[in-house]
T-cell receptor
Framework: KAGVTQTPRYLIKTRGQQVTLSCSPISGHRSVSWYQQTPGQGLQFLFEYFSETQRNKGNFPGRFSGRQFSNSRSEMNVSTLELGDSALYLC????????????FGQGTRLTVV | KQEVTQIPAALSVPEGENLVLNCSFTDSAIYNLQWFRQDPGKGLTSLLLIQSSQREQTSGRLNASLDKSSGRSTLYIAASQPGDSATYLCAVNSGNEKLTFGTGTRLTIIP
């Protein structure tokens, strides 16, 4: 059974550009969440999608957005990149909404220069 | 607002020893608590999930306990091995699938 797949694994972008990250959840999982991990702030929740609907959103500026497709695959987009957006972005999938185990992908390492 | 704390931030123990990692949380109204390990530059690997109604879960050499009333969880690792070296994170699910993470304990097993 394939795990959570995130692409690409590494990205280098310039300030002001935008970026799109992709996450394919475990087959059958309908909930996808995104997290940002930095040395200073640790793991912080970005948003969560279930059945193509954003159910929950963390405390991030509007430059961070996401969506989920009918096959449960999800993308997150960051516009007008800032140096502080450099981080490991992690995607988690779970079977259903509420009280289920979360499984994480390997992450996308974004470096903004 | 849920806050999760893990102490100590780093721990070094000789190979073969048993050890305990600690996790505390401020709001006892949780759905579940999950322990993860993270190797440098990698994603998170789920180790154990404890539902709010459970007291403990075991997987191989790992045993996790949960005391909701006191806002505490522990991860017990028996007979530690160098391959156990990693950062261990606990995460609390207070609903809405949002996990609140601790800052982790960096564990080093000395051969």
């Amino acid at each position: 059974k394939a795990g959570v797949t995130q692409t690409p694994r590494y990205l280098i972008k310039t300030r002001g550009q935008q970026v799109t990250l992709s996450c394919s959840p475990i087959s059958g999982h309908r909930s996808v969440s995104w997290y940002q991990q930095t040395p200073g702030q640790g793991l912080q929740f970005l948003f969560e999608y279930f059945s193509e609907t954003q159910r929950n959103k963390g405390n991030f500026p509007g430059r961070f957005s996401g969506r989920q497709f009918s096959n449960s695959r999800s993308e997150m987009n960051v516009s007008t990149l800032e140096l502080g957006d450099s981080a490991l972005y992690l995607c988690a999938s779970s079977l259903a909404y509420g009280n289920t185990e979360a499984f994480f992908g390997q992450g996308t390492r974004l470096t903004v220069v | 607002k849920q806050e999760v704390t893990q102490i100590p931030a780093a721990l070094s123990v000789p190979e073969g020893e048993n050890l305990v990692l600690n996790c505390s949380f401020t709001d006892s109204a949780i759905y579940n608590l999950q322990w993860f390990r993270q190797d440098p530059g990698k994603g998170l690997t789920s180790l154990l999930l404890i539902q709010s109604s459970q007291r403990e879960q075991t997987s191989g050499r790992l045993n996790a306990s949960l005391d909701k009333s006191s806002g505490r969880s522990t991860l017990y690792i028996a007979a530690s091995q160098p391959g156990d070296s990693a950062t261990y994170l606990c995460a609390v699910n207070s609903g809405n699938e949002k996990l609140t993470f601790g800052t982790g304990t960096r564990l080093t097993i000395i051969p």
